[in-house]
């Protein structure tokens, strides 16, 4: 059964940052993009990042360009979120997916559970 496991989140101030990890234990990792998505309170879930297969391409949403950085690591089947220079509004509970399209903003096959990040001002 496929499993994604977010972890890394917690309360952080306005300007520091954060990494989220996912771990895909019985994920044919190197087969499926990755993503990352958010929802804050009272809103609706939205994309965040993509990347393809290899790494090799991303895609950001324009709000975290410049401050969010994705990585993966097939051998490890882990994907990563670097989160720098946050902001309260990037408080919101992160889930990455597993999909096979890239780029895409809803089609993912997969979810985790998510992890909670809290950005204090």
């Known amino acids: 059964q496929v499993q994604l496991v977010e972890s890394g989140g917690g309360l952080v101030q306005a300007g520091g940052s954060l990494r989220l990890s996912c771990a895909a234990p019985?994920?044919?990792?190197?087969?499926?993009?990755m993503g990352w998505f958010r929802q804050a309170p009272g809103k609706e879930r939205e994309f965040v990042v993509a990347?393809?297969?290899?790494?090799?391409?991303?895609y950001y949403v324009d709000s975290v360009k410049g401050r969010f950085t994705i990585s993966r690591d097939n051998a490890k089947t882990m994907v990563y979120l670097q989160m720098n220079n946050l902001k309260p509004e990037d408080t919101a509970i992160y889930y990455c997916?597993?999909?096979?399209?890239?780029?895409?903003?809803?089609?993912?096959?997969?979810w985790g559970q998510g992890t909670q990040v809290t950005v204090s001002s």
């Open positions: 997916a597993a999909g096979r399209t890239f780029p895409s903003t809803s089609d993912y096959d997969y």
């Open positions: 019985g994920l044919t990792f190197s087969s499926y993009v």
């Open positions: 990347i393809s297969w290899s790494g090799g391409r991303t």
